[in-house]
């Protein structure tokens, strides 16, 4: 046991591909604003048109198992991301944390919550970042689902997927504080929600009420690590707990702006639709209830 954790701490914190990667906009895939812009810009007017389309189409595209099979896939990637970015944030602060003592009032929660100005986007945490990045452009396929599979609010969701395109690549551009614990929380939601969705897109409509709940519960854990995430960056940088302030504070900016723009999409889905998750297993469970209650009606 203790050699098959061995193994995996080398494999995913001690490698030296980890250890000695770099940002850089030449040399990774997807690095540049150029790509970036092109990809934000076809992907939201692909998913705008094909909504506009279909719009008169009641029945959804049939995608087989598609969906079912992308669920697994973005469950099992986000729990290696997740593996990896706790394993490398513990091995950061023990290699790092000697030069904290004396020196500075850096400490381990707040070197998580606060870069030191200056850090540069290299080393293990932010190998693990770029993978998250990576990630993202397999999310956003939920996005496309969503369209194709006619469900309620999703250009809403297209654009969201968008925009956490593009916190991905903000995170890695500018050394953003915080993004440890983000992606940390975003990673371990979307494992225990991708498989929940998975769940129901195999087994079908008996698991859509508990799936429904479980994806629910994930999205609302992650938005409070994010507002507390945010609440402590804000005391970090202009409260003067850190000397010179927080690293990508400017970036950090127009995270929030677009997390306010994802709480949006949240609130316009559960709160006032209460149908457009964009798996579908809310849609399916309200599916199942209006044909449970045409059954009742028709034995009455």
Not at 4 to 11: C, F, M, S
Not at 141 to 149: I, K, N, S, T
Not at 250 to 270: E, M, P, R, S
Request: glycine letters at 8%.
């Amino acid at each position: 046991m203790a050699a098959l954790v061995g193994d995996a701490a080398y494999w995913l914190a001690e490698h030296p591909d980890i250890v000695g990667f770099r940002w850089s906009p030449s040399g990774l895939w997807f690095s540049t604003w150029a790509f970036l812009l092109g990809f934000l810009a076809t992907y939201v007017s692909l998913c705008l048109a094909a909504d506009a389309l279909l719009r008169r189409r009641k029945q959804p595209l049939p995608l087989g198992p598609l969906p079912a099979a992308h669920a697994l896939l973005m469950a099992a990637v986000s729990a290696a991301i997740f593996a990896g970015t706790l394993l490398s944030a513990v091995a950061e602060i023990r290699d790092t944390r000697w030069s904290w003592r004396g020196r500075s009032r850096t400490t381990p929660l707040r070197w998580l919550l606060c870069f030191p100005p200056g850090t540069r986007s290299s080393g293990r945490v932010f190998f693990w970042s770029y993978a998250y990045y990576l990630s993202r452009y397999l999310h956003a396929a939920r996005g496309v689902f969503a369209v194709l599979r006619r469900r309620r609010g999703a250009a809403a969701r297209a654009l969201a997927h968008a925009a956490s395109v593009a916190m991905a690549f903000l995170w890695l551009e500018f050394s953003q504080s915080f993004q440890v614990l983000a992606i940390l929380a975003s990673t371990l939601a979307h494992a225990v929600a991708f498989g929940f969705r998975f769940w129901v897109d195999s087994a079908g409509l008996p698991a859509a009420r508990a799936a429904r709940s479980g994806s629910l519960a994930c999205q609302l854990g992650l938005l409070g690590c994010n507002l507390v995430c945010h609440a402590g960056v804000v005391w970090m940088h202009f409260g003067g707990a850190m000397a010179g302030g927080c690293s990508g504070i400017g970036a950090w900016v127009v995270n929030t702006l677009l997390n306010a723009a994802l709480l949006w999409v949240f609130l316009h889905c559960y709160g006032t639709r209460g149908v457009c998750d964009d798996d579908g297993v809310t849609a399916a469970a309200a599916t199942a209830t209006v044909s449970l209650k045409k059954k009742k009606k028709k034995g009455m």
